[in-house]
């Protein structure tokens, strides 16, 4: 991986909130805030280090809880400025928590179990919270066009971003994407190129394309904008929290596609905990995998520290990504936590999103089958504790996906007249 060098702005007194520096997960090395993204002592991935030294807990509460009804009721611990909401952007997040007492019931849960509903973000996925945090830095930053690599929901949270802030858009995508996505990500009337491959070759030539003078003045907002991107993950987890009445949940079971959501999920618990907004205790954070795609899961059975690439193949593409960058520090989190990492078949994947359209009435895409179809395998393994408290994620809406359900329609096709309803034995 090379360390990006396009000229642009890396003032250390940009306004970007309590980021104070960027700082490499693997040697500690720290770095002025700036567009990039590999450590330049070790090449070791770059994240945001904050101040939060000055919080008083109590008022921080207090102040979250008068906020937005959007990731921004958050400003304080993340890397914005603390006017961000009043930015024209499309204000993600604060979705549904939803109680799922029929699901619950269906798979033997009986400490409580929530599904955290991600469809209802401004593109129907979690991706919109990511991207609303690499625009700020984005802003900050002084670029002018906003990019990414994408398997499909994030081409399209980045469109609808930028449509909203003014910026020139152009995303790459495998050219064999969901069409409810690829129309999804072109609507907002960006340029949106298909690349011949699979989503590590697209990720690929954009790292090229930063290097390139082509590239310059681009905001790539999962490769040069990465740290600020990844932070949007935390608040998942801050909004869990407060929704649960600012607690950590015993167990929550999220997909893996790069890695990330999962690491940043988990670094967010962690600065709650150290903030004082919720009580310290144990948690178990467990990984969703598509057998088809599965480098993090197979590394985790077989006890490896090291993620070998796969060639994906599933119905769930939104995850697949075969060589997954956070792969490693994913099985940290696994590990550390006493979690695990698990996968399902296709099959699986749409009967569980079949279970939980069923019980509780969300049409999940197909990442939310891996994780509820995970979710149910583990209970079943007796890894998952049912007497626990248990968040599930499903992270976009399955209109994205109807192909994985096609074999879905009417259940009869009647005379309209009485006679003929009845001899369907639907009386």
């Known amino acids: ?97 939803v109680k799922a007492d029929n ?50 929901n994030l081409a399209g949270a980045v469109g609808a971003a930028a449509a909203r802030a003014g910026f020139r858009s152009c995303v790459f995508i495998p050219h064999d994407l969901e069409q409810g996505k690829v129309v999804m990500a072109a609507v907002y009337g960006g340029e949106l190129v298909g690349i011949e491959g699979n989503y590590d070759d697209v990720n690929r030539f954009c790292s090229e394309l930063i290097g390139d003078p ?10 040069n904008l990465r740290p600020y991107y990844a932070e949007g993950s935390k608040t998942l987890a801050y909004e869990i929290c407060e929704q649960l009445g600012w607690r950590l949940p015993d167990q929550i079971v999220i997909p893996i596609a790069s890695g990330s959501q999962l690491t940043k999920i988990d670094k ?6 150290r903030l004082g907004l919720v009580e310290d205790r144990p948690y178990k954070i467990f990984g969703a995998q598509a057998e088809g795609c599965s480098p993090v899961s197979t590394a985790f059975k077989a006890g490896h520290d090291v993620v070998r690439p796969q060639k994906p193949d599933t119905i769930a593409k939104s995850l697949a990504i075969g060589n997954p960058a956070d792969g490693p520090y994913v099985l940290d989190v696994a590990r550390r936590t006493g979690g695990a990492v698990e ?71 009647i005379r309209p007249t009485l006679d003929s309803f009845r001899e369907a034995g639907l009386a």
């Not at 082509?214 to 490769?223: D, L, S, T």
């Not at 967010?268 to 905990?273: D, K, P, R, V």
């Open 343 to 413: 996968d399902v078949t296709d099959p699986e994947i749409v009967d569980a999103i079949r279970l939980l359209a069923r019980t509780e009435g969300i049409f999940a895409e197909t990442a939310g089958g891996v994780t509820v179809g995970v979710t149910r395998k583990l209970l079943e393994a007796g890894v998952l504790d049912p007497a626990k408290t248990t968040v599930v994620l499903n992270t976009g809406d399955g209109l994205k996906t109807l192909d994985a359900v096609a074999g879905t329609g009417l259940t009869a096709t």
């Open 1 to 97: 991986m090379a360390v990006q060098t396009v000229a642009t702005s890396s003032d250390s007194t940009v306004d970007l909130g309590p980021a104070a520096a960027l700082s490499c997960r693997e040697c500690g090395h720290r770095v002025p805030l700036g567009p990039v993204f590999a450590c330049e002592e070790c090449f070791g991935p770059l994240e945001i280090a904050y101040d939060f030294s000055a919080y008083d807990t109590e008022e921080l509460r207090r102040r979250i809880e008068a906020g937005p009804a959007s990731i921004w009721r958050y400003a304080p611990l993340l890397p914005v400025p603390a006017d961000v909401a009043e930015k024209p952007n499309l204000n993600p997040g604060w979705t549904k928590l």
């Open 103 to 152: 699901l619950a019931r269906e798979l033997g849960v009986t400490g409580g179990l929530y599904v955290k509903d991600d469809s209802g973000n401004p593109t129907h996925s979690f991706k919109d919270r990511v991207v609303a945090q690499a625009l700020e830095a984005a802003r900050a930053f002084g670029f002018t066009t906003l990019s990414c690599s994408s398997t499909g």
């Open 214 to 223: 082509a590239g310059e003045g681009w905001g790539f907002v999962n490769v």
């Open 268 to 273: 967010g618990l962690q600065e709650l905990i």
